[in-house]
């Protein structure tokens, strides 16, 4: 079965399931490769950075150049940081070597070191760790505080955009682990 035909199925047994329910709409927003503390760390009441987090240029030395969480952020940031799966691993777990998918706590160390890593050197390194304040967001702030937002996020897959998006609305990533498919 291919896997537009199982993507199908799923959305006629979800409309099938949902013909009957007293919810007229659901709205999934989805947001392109920013993480809750990108857009809501410093929303009051929904968010909970201080301004004291950091990463370090070179995480696992003690003596390296610390960058803050700093609040106001770009709405680009140019070059765009890693999202692939091996990038967002470093961007998840240095000062530790990624672990297996799913095993490990996360230190959420490798922001900086990830964006020098790759490429990106002679860049302004803080630009990966600034956060936006509620005034440069005001739509997604207001409908996060009139309505719902999940606290915690989980993505399928720690990675690209394309097998997160298969999994938000099919349950399933069908064994893709990139987004290059998209382009094929």
């Known amino acids: 079965m291919t896997t537009v035909v199982r993507l199908l199925l799923v959305l006629l047994s979800l409309h099938i399931a949902f013909a009957a329910s007293p919810f007229k709409n659901v709205i999934i927003l989805m947001m392109e490769n920013h993480s809750f503390d990108n857009i809501f760390g410093f929303t009051p009441g929904i968010g909970n950075l201080t301004g004291k987090e950091y990463n370090r240029e070179k995480p696992s030395s003690w003596l390296s150049k610390k960058y803050y969480a700093g609040r106001g952020s770009k709405y680009c940031t140019i070059p765009d940081p890693g999202h692939s799966f091996t990038a967002t691993g470093r961007q998840l777990y240095l000062p530790d070597k990624a672990p297996a998918v799913g095993v490990g706590k996360p230190t959420n160390g490798g922001f900086v070191a990830d964006f020098t890593g790759a490429g990106k050197k002679g860049h302004d390194l803080q630009e990966v760790m ?48 990139s987004s290059t498919y998209m382009f094929q």
């Not at 005034?135 to 996020?153: D, G, H, K, S």
């Open 130 to 177: 600034n956060i936006y304040l509620p005034e440069q967001l005001p739509i997604i702030t207001t409908l996060a505080r009139e309505f719902v937002v999940c606290r915690n996020w989980y993505a399928s897959l720690p990675g690209p955009t394309g097998p997160n998006r298969m999994f938000a609305h099919t349950a399933t990533t069908y064994a893709l682990h």
